[in-house]
């Protein structure tokens, strides 16, 4: 569907080279004021989780936000591999020497360990959180931080 010229604004017209004419369509098309990231502290720890979004005057409480899983407390399971040297007893402490020429004396083993990690989110701490929809939909993101001290505003 084409738009009469005659019902065009002066600003919508597209001009120059064609790479300069694909850049204005894509920043006419592909502006997006609807979703933004924002910075914000954590006021409440979860699980009456509570947010406030730098420059907005409300707070956010955890019905308002979704939150990343590797910010909650959650569990991995995961595959560690090691040797396992056929000639050392399980209660040695000290390992045997090994002759370099050896064959056959060490095999990998894998063991799944299951982890469970606690370093769930603090009152303080510093989080990037996506507004979406217009500010309808929020998201924690991470935990952000600064070096030297320095306060992230």
């Known amino acids: 569907m084409s738009t009469p010229s005659s019902t065009r604004k002066a600003s919508d017209r597209i001009e120059g080279s064609g790479a ?13 004021d609807y ?11 979860p699980p009456e989780l509570r947010i406030k979004i730098d420059n907005m005057a ?26 396992q040297d056929a000639e050392r007893d399980v209660g040695d402490t000290e390992p045997k020497p090994r002759d370099n020429d050896s064959t056959g004396s060490l095999a990998w083993t ?30 924690i993101l991470d935990r952000v931080v600064t070096y030297n001290g320095a306060q992230s505003s």
Request: proline share 1%; glycine share 4%; hydrophobic share 40%.
């Open 20 to 32: 300069s004419q694909l850049v204005q369509l894509i920043r006419q098309i592909g502006y997006n």
């Open 35 to 45: 979703d933004r990231f924002e910075l914000a502290t954590v006021v409440a720890p």
């Open 58 to 83: 409300l707070e956010l409480e955890a019905d308002d936000v979704l939150v990343a899983e590797h910010l909650t407390r959650h569990t991995r399971i995961v595959t560690v591999k090691h040797e």
């Open 110 to 139: 894998y063991s799944y360990v299951e982890l469970q990690f606690e370093d769930v989110l603090k009152a303080g701490d510093r989080v990037l959180v996506a507004s979406m929809n217009d500010g309808q939909s929020y998201v």
